[in-house]
């Protein structure tokens, strides 16, 4: 917690768990987080202190997790998500506590088999959870006078992102009704009175998403509780779910038809919230390669950036008082809460200063292309602080995931680190990628590693062109989605010395049901038993292995169902029967984002040495 004129800082928990979600009650009295603290199988439960002092003490023993928190304005009850408790986990439980009754040596106690999992769900995979049963999320009411835990939606949907109105009387919140919900992407935002037993009341009809739950942004009342600003999707259709970014809408409380305030921007928006007096809305704006807070008139108007752009806004909160607290990051500045004064930043934290005190940091810039079509690619660039024009350096071409996504103005560990090892790092923003509209990213729709490559290898070009990288000390990478444009772009071109791809994908035919793809395989490529062509398209990667002659280091999370191991296992496969030299390594109970720091460690290390050792066989310097 830091004050408003910056200069008090606390550290407010030290356990060794993760605390997120931090929420002040609105009169100020408490802190309630949730946290995993002594719970089984990391379940998540609330948590609570009490600002006059004392230690954190668990609030609500709930079965089940509970994924979100939201105080009530008198600040006497809680909205929660709360998703089904595991019943496997149930079981477990009370065999453990039968057992300690009967012999209270557990070393003794005798291992039961597991229950088989019974599946019979379309979407029945996901990263983190592994195999999807029929649990659901639901909404919970707390009063934390009478200790009192009420469901308020049962029934067999998913809601998500609750939000108290105003006098406290109803809930707002999120959820896909209708049919089966792992076959469509139709969320809508509904509206129940906080009560048990109350029915919750349908606001939008729009076919398409209507606030989903992956943007992560709950609806917004107004001041008076007579609107709510939400986000939709600027259409319908699959591609627009999957390519579109969200944009900003106003409903009554009562229901009717929406008023849609961004859309003419073509640009992703998140993260709506009211001004104190209702007359307009602030939001968070991408746009090509930076995310700047904006505020836009209720009514309808135009669009006010608020703060400096060549930075990233990844949260903020606009007080009762009209104060603006923000979240923001740029190039050689790791994420910190500023202050937003008249369009200036004015530090609240400092979390990191003393780790930049001891750096030497990578100078970052902005990079534009001409791809071989002629369309302008943007990238990030990243070049060692010492940094000499008219040298050419060994330079390493990294390709974010996504693909809807974008390399922007913030701190970029990983490109500082390979800066510092005398690397300049091109982080181009390839066509899929966001910030740059709708167009730019739906582009590769159904049509994976073509347009890609060609703008991920315009920007070695330029930099080839410019004497920036020297064309005898090319290395790619790249992780998820970039992992497979990685393996798209050495299976087209052979003048990399070295490839690393980490989590990637290349043959579509066999993750057809093994990831948790399977709405995009289908409205994209079409059902395979329709026809595999557009499938063998789009793999070519893997059913062209012979065209590899980069050496390729393959790395992938052991758990990871988002792009399974095996992926990376067949193209490992693949080069080493080819007698290509090739190395697949696999970090243990890790997912899709490694991020146990020994791993995290080693994967740098790997990387380093793998490009080290390619550049010094073909001749030339690795760097440092």
């Known amino acids: 917690m830091t004050s408003w004129d910056g200069e008090r800082h606390v550290q407010l928990t030290t356990s060794k768990e993760s605390d997120s979600h931090p929420r002040f009650s609105p009169d100020g009295r408490y802190l309630a987080f949730l946290s995993a603290r002594g719970a089984e199988e990391a379940e998540s439960q609330v948590w609570v202190l009490d600002r006059a002092g004392g230690e954190a003490a668990q609030l609500i023993e709930i079965e089940g997790e509970v994924e979100e928190l939201a105080w009530s304005p008198e600040s006497r009850r809680l909205a929660l998500i709360v998703k089904d408790p595991d019943?496997?986990?149930?079981?477990?439980?009370?065999?453990?506590d039968e057992q300690d009754g009967k012999d209270k040596d557990k070393s003794k106690a005798k291992k039961k088999t597991p229950k088989p999992i019974v599946i019979d769900r379309y979407l029945f995979k996901q990263d983190y959870q592994g195999y999807l049963t029929q649990r659901r999320s639901h909404l919970y009411l707390f009063d934390l006078a009478t200790r009192k835990t009420q469901i308020l939606t049962p029934g067999t949907d998913d809601e998500q992102l609750p939000a108290w109105s105003p006098d406290g009387s109803r809930i707002a919140f999120v959820s896909k009704r209708g049919g089966d919900p792992d076959r469509h992407w139709n969320w809508d935002l509904f509206v129940i009175e906080a009560r048990p037993d109350a029915a919750p009341r349908q606001l939008t009809r729009f076919t398409g998403e209507d606030n989903a739950a992956q943007w992560q942004s709950a609806p917004a009342w107004s001041p008076d509780g007579r609107s709510i600003a939400y986000l939709r999707s600027g259409g319908a259709a699959w591609v627009d779910a999957a390519y579109g970014g969200p944009q900003l809408a106003v409903i009554s409380s009562e229901g009717g038809e929406p008023r849609d305030l961004t859309a003419s921007l073509d640009r992703h928006v998140g993260q709506p919230s009211w001004s104190p007096d209702g007359a307009s809305l602030y939001f968070t704006l991408e746009d090509d390669r930076s995310v700047v807070l904006a505020r836009v008139p209720a009514a309808f108007g135009p669009v006010e950036r608020l703060s400096p752009a060549q930075r990233v806004v990844r949260a903020f909160d606009v007080g009762r008082d009209g104060r603006v607290a923000l979240v923001v990051g740029r190039g050689q500045q790791p994420f910190e809460v500023f202050a937003l004064d008249a369009g200036t930043l004015r530090p609240l934290s400092q979390q990191n200063q003393a780790l930049l005190a001891e750096l030497e940091l990578g100078t970052v810039e902005e990079a534009r292309f001409k791809s071989r079509d002629g369309t302008t690619i943007g990238a990030m660039l990243v070049k060692p602080a010492d940094y000499q024009p008219g040298r050419a350096y060994p330079t390493l071409l990294w390709i974010h995931g996504g693909p809807v996504a974008q390399d922007q103005h913030e701190f970029d560990a990983f490109a500082q680190f390979f800066a510092g090892q005398g690397y300049v790092v091109v982080m181009p923003n390839y066509r899929g990628s966001s910030g740059r509209g709708f167009a730019f990213s739906k582009a590769i729709a159904g049509d994976w590693g073509r347009l890609e490559v060609q703008d991920v290898l315009a920007a070695v070009d330029g930099l080839v062109a410019q004497g920036v990288a020297d064309r005898a000390r090319l290395v790619v990478g790249g992780w998820s989605y970039g992992g497979m444009t990685t393996n798209y772009t050495i299976a087209?071109?052979?003048?990399?010395?070295?490839?690393?791809?980490?989590?990637?994908?290349?043959?579509?035919?066999?993750?057809y049901g093994v990831d948790h793809y399977v709405q995009q395989y289908e409205n994209e490529l079409g059902p395979p038993w329709k026809g595999i062509e557009p499938y063998l398209k789009v793999s070519y990667p893997f059913f062209h292995a012979d065209r590899i002659a980069t050496p390729t280091l393959f790395m992938c999370g052991e758990k990871d169902w988002n792009v399974p191991l095996v992926n990376s296992e067949q193209m490992y496969q693949a080069l080493r029967s080819l007698?290509?030299?090739?190395?697949?390594?696999?970090?243990?109970?890790?997912?899709?984002?490694?991020?146990?720091?020994?791993?995290?460690?080693?994967?740098?290390?790997?990387?380093?040495?793998?490009?080290?050792?390619?550049?010094?066989?073909?001749?030339?310097?690795?760097g440092r």
């Open 579 to 622: 007698g290509r030299e090739t190395r697949l390594v696999v970090y243990p109970d890790q997912h899709h984002g490694i991020d146990t720091p020994s791993y995290l460690r080693d994967i740098l290390q790997r990387m380093l040495d793998w490009y080290g050792k390619q550049l010094q066989a073909g001749g030339g310097s690795p």
């Open 492 to 511: 087209s071109d052979s003048r990399f010395k070295a490839a690393v791809s980490i989590a990637g994908v290349s043959n579509m035919l066999a993750s």
């Open 87 to 96: 019943p496997e986990q149930a079981v477990k439980k009370k065999d453990e």
